[in-house]
Nanobody, 121 residues
């Protein structure tokens, strides 16, 4: 079983910055990719950013150029540096990871409990 523990959310003014962290623990053969999704009230959950073990990244269009995802392979931790935050970035941010229990097993998706990010003056 894989557990994802998120931290770093909070209240920030427009134009400010926040850094989210998500640490994966448990038993797994591999955990790849890792990433972040967000869900605002009344909206569908959407991709924010993802990163593979080869450090290939993917970003949602709304955050390109403002957010940066990074990863510490040894700590099984993924980070999301959020700069130039806008009110429309307000949402619950969820960590996501895909794991395998062996080299031949299927990928299994895991979600964190979510952390609130509020951008407001």
């Amino acid at each position: 079983q894989v557990q994802l523990v998120e931290s770093g959310g909070g209240l920030v003014q427009p134009g400010g910055s926040l850094r989210l962290s998500c640490a994966a623990s448990g038993t797994f053969f591999s955990i790849d990719p890792m990433g972040w999704y967000r869900q605002a009230p009344g909206k569908q959950r959407e991709l924010v950013a993802s990163i593979t073990s080869q450090f290939n990244t993917d970003y949602g269009d709304a955050v390109k150029g403002r957010f940066t995802i990074s990863r510490d392979i040894h700590k099984n931790t993924v980070y999301l540096q959020m700069n130039s935050l806008k009110p429309e970035d307000t949402a619950v941010y969820y960590c996501n990871a895909q794991s395998r229990s062996s080299s031949w097993s299927a990928l299994r998706a895991h979600w964190g409990q979510g952390t609130q990010v509020t951008v407001s003056s």
